[in-house]
């Protein structure tokens, strides 16, 4: 089987029957329901199931999801490396872009309004997606003095930008040791206004190297890097931007993810 269509529901009671009580990048689509009614949908969705050919419900109330469902979607609840990527690029309504590994098997997972595709899909096909969205808008080379934010201060920055306050937010930052240069590239940038403010972010997971996020902030003035400190995820290190070094960041953190040859 190489595709696979699930409603978020569906996919966490798949993850259930496989003792999996936590799933990676995906949303608690019962948060709200009491216990009486997840039992109710879980009897409607193992019925769904059955309808769609995806497992089978005999008359004594046995379900058996077929060993190719389980093959394809195992790959998402028990990943061992993740990867997400969101920004201005994706359309209203969906998710980020993210990407499942386990023993080296590889799907796609697209979640449009709680509507969930997976995809099987390899290595190369993985990484010139991860790296077409790093090319998306205007994300131009530039030199700007390292600096180190706390994720509460571009937090608080960001809220001021929504709020359309930004002689807040330049405070804020200003307040952080951040310089103007900077201050001016996150504020145009989070805005997201004209093809030349980009907000992408990757995300990456894996067993061995633990969780990282790298965020990319451009606009007309330039582009900086934002990245999750190894030792304290609530500090980014800010830097300069340059698309080779992203690039081959990047492509370190899947051949991680994939078992490659770099530690």
Known sequence: MKQIEL??????????????????????AFLGLDEQEIELE???????????????????????????????????Y???????????????????????????????????????????????????????????????????PNTRLSQKAILQASQY????????????????GCSKEIAEILIKGFKKEGVFNTALSLDFSDRRHGARSLVLIGSIEGTIVMDADSDDSDIYDVSSYINAQVIERVKLMIDRAIGGNHD
């Open 78 to 144: 028990s990943c061992t490396g993740y990867f997400a990527v969101d920004g201005s690029f994706r359309d209203e309504g969906e998710g980020p872009m993210q990407y499942y590994i386990k023993d080296k098997n590889i799907v796609r997972l697209e979640n449009i309004d709680n509507r969930i595709t997976i995809t099987r899909c390899d290595r190369e096909q993985m990484q010139i997606c991860i790296l077409e969205a790093l090319q998306f808008g205007c994300l131009k080379e530039t030199i700007v």
């Open 161 to 176: 930008i929504k709020e359309d306050n930004l002689t807040a937010a330049e405070k804020s930052l200003a307040q952080e």
């Open 42 to 76: 879980f009897s409607n969705i193992q019925v769904s199931l059955d309808s769609r050919g995806l497992a089978s419900l005999d008359f004594n109330g046995e379900f058996t999801l077929q060993p190719e469902v389980v093959n394809i979607s195992e790959v998402v």
């Open 7 to 28: 409603s978020t529901r569906e996919l966490i009671l798949l993850a259930l029957m496989g003792n999996v009580t936590e799933l990676v990048g995906i949303p608690d």
